[in-house]
């Protein structure tokens, strides 16, 4: 299994930014996207977003949508999450896994999220 | 909240068989061939065991097996073992404006 290689953990006061990245293999962003899904102490896992290099195309779900960008990085495979002015809420531990992605008739999919990073604990802490 | 609805917890002894459900609507589960599966061992990162409603990945033993009927999908697992104790999460495609959703998942324990 390809093993994506995540940032390290970080501490961060409300209302500031976090940054993770995502070093995928040399060949991920040719066929394949990456879905962020964070997830809060003793919760469910929650999707964020997801970047497809390959068709320059970045989707975030709409609560975050004004606090996300999704940004890639072709030369060297990395995927990074900014997520601006955070909330005490926003503590939590952030995926990025890989997929491959299919267009189809009602839009790109990523059905099959095959790797996964070992996850970034971002706390949010005054 | 989340968008998909799962039993919050599941229970079964070893050598039975335990079903999980999940339960959407008409814009994702209902709507497309997309549910995928996944295991969460307790520190872990996610671990995908089913995609496309009942497709296993390669290593996926095949006592976990996928289904969707409606709105409503499902994942079956047979011969219950002491390693599935774990958290599982079902996933659908919601289209082109929603993208992607999660249930809040179910934590299966075996007895």
């Given at each position: 299994?390809?093993?994506?290689?995540?940032?390290?953990?970080?501490?961060?006061?409300?209302?500031?930014?976090?940054?993770?990245?995502?070093?995928?293999?040399?060949?991920?962003?040719?066929?394949?996207g990456?879905?962020?899904?964070?997830?809060?102490?003793?919760?469910?896992?929650?999707?964020?977003?997801?970047i497809i290099p390959r068709l320059n195309l970045a989707?975030?779900?709409?609560?975050?949508?004004?606090?996300?960008?999704?940004?890639?990085?072709?030369?060297?495979?990395?995927?990074?999450?900014?997520?601006?002015?955070?909330?005490?809420?926003?503590?939590?531990?952030?995926?990025?896994?890989?997929?491959?992605y299919?267009t189809?008739?009602?839009?790109v999919?990523?059905?099959?999220?095959?790797?996964?990073?070992?996850?970034?604990?971002?706390?949010?802490?005054? | 909240?989340?968008?998909?609805?799962?039993?919050?917890?599941?229970?079964?002894?070893?050598?039975?068989?335990?079903?999980?459900?999940?339960?959407?609507?008409?814009?994702?589960?209902?709507?497309?061939?997309?549910?995928?599966?996944?295991?969460?061992?307790?520190?872990?990162?996610?671990?995908?065991?089913?995609?496309?409603?009942?497709?296993?990945?390669?290593?996926?033993?095949?006592?976990?097996?996928?289904?969707?009927?409606?709105?409503?999908?499902?994942?079956?697992?047979?011969?219950?073992?002491?390693?599935?104790?774990?958290?599982?999460?079902?996933?659908?495609?919601?289209?082109?404006?929603?993208?992607?959703?999660?249930?809040?998942?179910?934590?299966?324990?075996?007895?």
């Amino acid at each position: 299994q390809v093993q994506l290689v995540q940032s390290g953990s970080e501490v961060r006061k409300p209302g500031s930014s976090m940054k993770v990245s995502c070093k995928a293999p040399g060949d991920s962003f040719r066929r394949n996207g990456i879905t962020w899904v964070r997830q809060a102490p003793g919760q469910g896992l929650e999707w964020m977003g997801r970047i497809i290099p390959r068709l320059n195309l970045a989707n975030t779900a709409q609560n975050l949508q004004d606090r996300v960008t999704l940004t890639a990085d072709t030369a060297t495979t990395t995927a990074h999450l900014e997520l601006r002015g955070l909330r005490f809420e926003d503590t939590a531990v952030y995926y990025c896994a890989r997929g491959e992605y299919f267009t189809t008739t009602f839009g790109v999919v990523l059905p099959h999220l095959d790797s996964w990073g070992q996850g970034t604990l971002v706390t949010v802490s005054s | 909240q989340s968008a998909l609805t799962q039993p919050p917890s599941a229970s079964g002894s070893p050598g039975q068989s335990v079903t999980i459900s999940c339960t959407g609507t008409s814009r994702d589960i209902g709507a497309y061939d997309y549910v995928s599966w996944y295991q969460q061992l307790p520190g872990k990162a996610p671990k995908v065991l089913i995609y496309e409603v009942s497709e296993r990945p390669s290593g996926v033993p095949d006592r976990f097996s996928g289904s969707k009927s409606g709105n409503t999908a499902s994942l079956t697992v047979t011969g219950l073992q002491a390693e599935d104790e774990a958290d599982y999460y079902c996933s659908s495609y919601a289209g082109r404006y929603t993208f992607e959703v999660f249930g809040g998942g179910t934590k299966l324990t075996v007895l």
